[in-house]
Nanobody, 113 residues
């Protein structure tokens, strides 16, 4: 199994980024996929989840600003992040619902003016 996150960067408050997670080595379409994030000095936390049937669930802190999506043909999961805030600064990771896959390297998102 491989998980490769990309798309992070430095953005001003109010800006947008689109994160991508390329996956391989498992039957992607059968899995709930989740974006997590870990800020400096904090535990990794849940951000958003998408079921095999594309039902989406969000943490309260990102609801209305972030959108998770998936492309089963490409084995990809995405996170569109709008109206970014400094508190969104973190390393973002994707994994399955129970985090049983080996973690990827993550992608750094920094929101700062």
């Amino acid at each position: 199994v491989q998980l490769v996150e990309s798309g992070g960067g430095l953005v001003q408050p109010g800006g947008s980024l689109r994160l991508s997670c390329a996956t391989s080595g498992f039957t992607f379409s059968s899995y709930n996929m989740v974006w997590y994030r870990q800020a400096p000095g904090k535990q990794r936390e849940f951000v958003a989840r998408i079921t095999p049937g594309a039902i989406t669930i969000y943490a309260d802190s990102v609801k209305g600003r972030f959108t998770i999506s998936r492309d089963n043909a490409k084995n990809m999961v995405y996170l569109q992040m709008n109206n970014l805030k400094p508190e969104d600064t973190a390393v973002y990771y994707c994994n399955n619902l129970y985090s049983t896959f080996k973690w990827g390297q993550g992608t750094q998102v920094t929101v700062s003016s």
